[in-house]
């Protein structure tokens, strides 16, 4: 048991030290808010797409991908959707607050702080399956987002910019890249891979620090009930049902750390900016973000505690 309590700390406490980092930089004046926004946009459009990148072309060639966890991802992650879809009309009266709820509890922050989560847990296995969870759930995670969003504001969905921002994503870009490059049986020369992995290595602590600069608890703002509601489906409703199915169909290891990254993350901080731009409420929507990962610390460690007790992961 303690061994498995070491094992949870190790995983969980490392990343709530870096975010901790970032939210006291941002209070002491030291990183204003233009400079996590400017410095999150090199993490997406630099950093992180690299780290996938590389992760997914560090897979041994005779690894057949884990096709039955990513499968099962998509599947999950839609059908939360759509039973959100169905039982937010009857929690949230107000449509500005429908669509921020159901992407709320149904997108997790998987990029930012699931792959990490993932990496500190097995640091030394192949973790390719996260980087390629990338193109299984952010894609399905911006889509319906958008659809939840505009329909309930009244507005009519444009399915055209849904999939040219799909295609343009960063994220997806490097995890196919990498994935191709990997068919390809391509390496870098080292000359180059040095200096590739140095900046791929930025990718997660800059990211949960700037996760914790990006924390305001000065907007948690919204309703008390819609608030309890979507911060305990995020972090212990969505996770029991969809990890238990994960469970009960044999998923293990580095492919069931991987759901726990994808299942039990904290909401996605990029659910706050689409809410402003899509007529959601956005004061909920603050306070989804910055509630769920302020308690994700929490909620995370008792998850990984929990399956790695039964010999699931680890």
Not at 44 to 59: G, H, K, R, S, V
Not at 160 to 166: P, Q
Not at 169 to 174: E, K, S, T, V, Y
Not at 304 to 311: C, D, E, V
Request: hydrophobic share 60%; aromatic share 10%.
């Amino acid at each position: 048991m303690w061994n498995d309590l070491l094992f949870s700390v190790n995983t969980v406490f490392p990343l709530l030290v870096l975010m901790v980092a970032g939210f006291a930089a941002r209070r002491f004046g030291v990183i204003g808010e233009d400079g996590v926004k400017q410095a999150n946009k090199a993490v997406f459009f630099i950093f992180l797409p690299l780290l996938l990148c590389l992760n997914i072309m560090d897979t041994p060639l005779n690894v057949t991908p884990d096709y039955k966890t990513l499968l099962f991802a998509m599947v999950a992650v839609v059908f939360s959707f759509v039973v959100l879809f169905i039982i937010a009309p009857h929690i949230c009266p107000a449509p500005a607050s429908r669509g921020v709820f159901i992407q709320g509890i149904a997108r997790s922050n998987y990029a930012i702080f699931g792959i990490p989560l993932v990496l500190m847990m097995y640091p030394d296995a192949d973790t390719s399956v996260s980087a390629l969870m990338v193109v299984a759930v952010v894609p399905i995670f911006n889509i319906i987002s958008t659809i939840a969003l505009m329909t309930n504001n009244g507005q009519r969905v444009n399915f055209w910019s849904i999939v040219k921002g799909v295609l343009l994503n960063p994220l997806i870009i490097g995890t196919l890249g990498g994935f191709a490059l990997w068919l390809l049986h391509w390496h870098f020369p080292t000359i180059v891979q040095n200096p590739l992995d140095q900046l791929a290595s930025i990718a997660t602590p800059l990211a949960l620090f700037l996760l914790g600069a990006s924390l305001d608890f000065g907007k948690v703002q919204a309703n008390a009930r819609l608030l309890t509601i979507g911060v305990l489906g995020r972090l212990v409703v969505l996770p029991l049902v969809c990890l238990s199915v994960a469970v009960a169909i044999g998923i293990r290891g580095v492919s069931l750390a991987t759901l726990i990254a994808v299942f039990a993350s904290p909401t996605a901080v990029s659910s706050y900016p689409m809410a402003q731009q899509l007529g959601g409420d956005t004061d909920f929507a603050a306070a989804q973000v910055v509630l769920t990962t302020t308690f994700s610390g929490v909620s995370v460690f008792i998850w990984i505690f929990l399956f790695k007790s039964l010999g699931l992961v680890g």
